[in-house]
């Protein structure tokens, strides 16, 4: 089916609201800006104007290529990794010098961003206070419920990009991909958690049913396979 009418369009932008919530300022004064990798080039530039804004002295790009940038879809293949092409961009929007700068080039998952961006920064930052990520604006509880398990200890804080739901898609982001991508991360909320890869998230009822309402509507490009959107709730007296 996967007709972007308007009822679609209203149903997505209830799941973009929710994801995108605890989008804040990052102000400054924090340690270090960790930078998710991804297909989208404007995370790169808007961490680059983290960096202009002085959010913090060190961004950390992480990440090797993804589904959508290793030549696995219909996009062509990256000729490196995500984390150093988005460091190019950065440099390409803002002045950043090369020591402020550090590259993870082997995640190909979020808690892999992470831990292994925790590990690299050890010495340019140890034991950061205040740490802040950014990534695709409809990441952000997802992102921070991955800092929770993986990279506990700063007090985490999610920017992003502006523009809201209506402004995300270009010829490059289309609507119905991102629709898919709202959905796949909704349910990712509860299978990464029930995996211990995240920590749980509090989702309402509303939002787990427009999420099934675009899966009906034929929106499940980005599901986990072999997982159901909504987990089963739990029996009484199950797993005691």
Not at 17 to 44: C, E, I, M, Q, Y
Not at 103 to 131: G, M, S, V
Not at 147 to 158: C, D, L
Request: aromatic share 8%; charged share 20%.
């Amino acid at each position: 089916m996967r007709e972007l009418d308007s009822t679609t369009h209203a149903l997505a932008e209830l799941l973009w609201d929710f994801h995108t919530r605890p989008a804040a300022d990052a102000g400054t004064g924090n340690d270090l800006v960790l930078v998710l990798g991804s297909h989208d080039l404007r995370v790169a530039e808007h961490a680059a104007r983290l960096f202009q804004d002085g959010a913090a002295p060190l961004l950390v790009f992480s990440g090797d290529r993804g589904r959508r940038t290793g030549g696995d879809g219909p996009a062509p293949r990256w000729p490196e990794s995500e984390a150093a092409t988005f460091a190019r961009a950065a440099r390409a929007t803002a002045p950043i010098p090369r020591d402020a700068v550090l590259l993870e080039t082997r995640a190909t998952n979020t808690a892999e961003n992470f831990h292994l961006a925790r590990d690299l920064a050890a010495t340019a930052a140890p034991r950061p206070r205040r740490a802040v990520v950014t990534a695709k604006p409809y990441m952000a509880r997802r992102a921070l419920a991955t800092a929770a398990v993986h990279w506990p200890g700063p007090e985490w804080t999610f920017s992003c990009f502006g523009g809201g739901y209506r402004a995300y898609t270009t010829p490059e982001h289309s609507p119905a991909e991102l629709v898919d991508f709202l959905v796949g991360d909704l349910q990712r909320l509860a299978v990464y958690a029930r995996r211990g890869w995240s920590a749980p998230v509090d989702v309402p009822d509303r939002v787990w049913q427009a999420g099934q309402r675009l899966c009906e509507r034929g929106f499940t490009g980005h599901l986990v396979p072999g997982e159901s959107l909504r987990p089963a709730p739990q029996q009484p007296g199950a797993g005691a």
